[in-house]
């Protein structure tokens, strides 16, 4: 009986992570924007998709679900809070999963901002965060519904798991992202380290993700947007005009980022 379970990295589009978690026999895919790479790493890999799992509606990550489903009749879990063809199984904060084939659980925690209904999925035996567009390598996903404190209190939870957790974030954004935390944090030694380690990681064409809970508390500015030298940076660069509340601070941060290149 296979039970060690891993996760293989699916490149999709120019930029997407499509996460497949496998033992051998089964796959779980997580936001499976295009079908044809998750079908040709199945047939690859030797493996029978039993279960999608889908984090927010936007169609780099649900946009393969219904050619996987002509191909293999299995559940789809997504948000209960977002209308997406094929979901099956609606979850709500705090549900688990036990996804099948795998014998895998997963609980689901809501993290409305980049979209209103974004969940992510946190496996409390592995610690794998698979989180979508909400928290990524150096950075977070743009609000496009939700509002700002909303999403400072959703990067709250996923700051609050175990430092050591993997978060399989759904992009390749790493380098810009670390840009400009670099930008924000200017004295960050800890930053100054990662990109170092991530440019060469990139350099090799190796993926950044997953990257660890520890590390994004150390060196990712939407992470750190309470810390006094975040805040005083804020000040300097004109971007609040004096010390507010911790929201402000969080969504003048993001507004920041939003036009910075
Ligand atoms: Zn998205
Ligand atoms: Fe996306």
Request: aromatic share 6%; with cysteine.
């Amino acid at each position: 009986m296979k039970n060690t379970l891993s996760i293989l990295t699916v490149p999709a589009f120019d930029d997407n992570y499509l996460w497949l978690i496998h033992d051998g026999a089964h796959a779980a895919v997580v936001d499976p924007g295009d079908a044809a790479p998750v079908l040709a790493a199945l047939a690859a890999h030797h493996l029978v998709l039993s279960a999608i799992l889908l984090t927010h509606h936007h169609a780099d990550h649900a946009g393969g679900v219904a050619r996987l489903l002509e191909h293999a009749s299995v559940p789809v879990f997504g948000p209960a809070h977002e209308q997406i063809p094929g979901v099956s199984q609606a979850l709500r904060q705090d549900d688990s999963v036990s996804v099948p084939g795998l014998g895998l659980r997963l609980s689901v925690i809501e993290v409305p901002g980049h979209t209103r209904g974004h969940i992510a999925y946190f496996a409390p035996q592995q610690h794998w965060l698979f989180c979508g567009d909400t928290l990524f390598a150096g950075g977070c996903g743009r609000l496009f519904e939700g509002t700002p404190a909303q999403m400072l209190n959703s990067l709250d939870k996923l700051a609050a798991l175990p430092d050591d957790t993997a978060v399989y974030c759904a992009h390749e954004y790493t380098l810009s992202n670390l840009r400009f935390a670099l930008e924000v944090e200017p004295g960050n030694q800890v930053l100054l380290e990662r990109i170092k380690t991530e440019q060469a990681k990139r350099a090799r064409g190796i993926a950044t993700v997953p990257s660890r809970i520890g590390m994004e508390k150390q060196t990712n500015p939407f992470l750190r947007s309470r810390e006094a030298t975040v805040i005083a940076r804020l000040l300097a660069c004109g971007k609040i005009p004096a010390v507010q509340d911790e929201v402000r601070h969080f969504a003048a941060l993001r507004e920041w980022k939003n036009h910075y290149r």
